[in-house]
Nanobody, 116 residues
Framework: QVQLVESGGGLVQPGGSLRLSCVAS????????MSWFRQAPGKERELVAG????????GYGDSVKGRFTISRDNAKNTVYLQMNSLKSEDTAVYYC?????????WGQGTQVTVSS
């Protein structure tokens, strides 16, 4: 049974940082690219960042380039999202996903709120 469990969300002030984690189980983690998406109230879900199975290649949405960093530890079956210089517009539910798009399993999401 595939499971993706996110953690690390919370309330942070503008300019602050958070690190999200997603622990995967039920599949061969290193064989899959992984990604982070987010969905703000009233908006469509958008791709934030993606990383290949071995971690050698990453990609980012335009709104987070230079501020967010995706990484993975295949020994721990975990993918991370380091978020720096957070802005109010980064407020959303963040989801971990198996793969980069289309088919794949989703985590349950973790809330990130950026507010003073």
């Amino acid at each position: 049974q595939v499971q993706l469990v996110e953690s690390g969300g919370g309330l942070v002030q503008p300019g602050g940082s958070l690190r999200l984690s997603c622990v995967a189980s039920g599949f061969t983690f290193s064989s899959y690219a992984m990604s982070w998406f987010r969905q703000a109230p009233g908006k469509e879900r958008e791709l934030v960042a993606g990383i290949t199975g071995a971690g050698g290649s990453t990609g980012y949405g335009d709104s987070v380039k230079g501020r967010f960093t995706i990484s993975r530890d295949n020994a721990k079956n975990t993918v991370y999202l380091q978020m720096n210089s957070l802005k109010s517009e980064d407020t959303a539910v963040y989801y971990c996903k198996q793969g980069l798009g289309g088919r794949g399993y989703w985590g349950q999401g973790t809330q990130v709120t950026v507010s003073s």
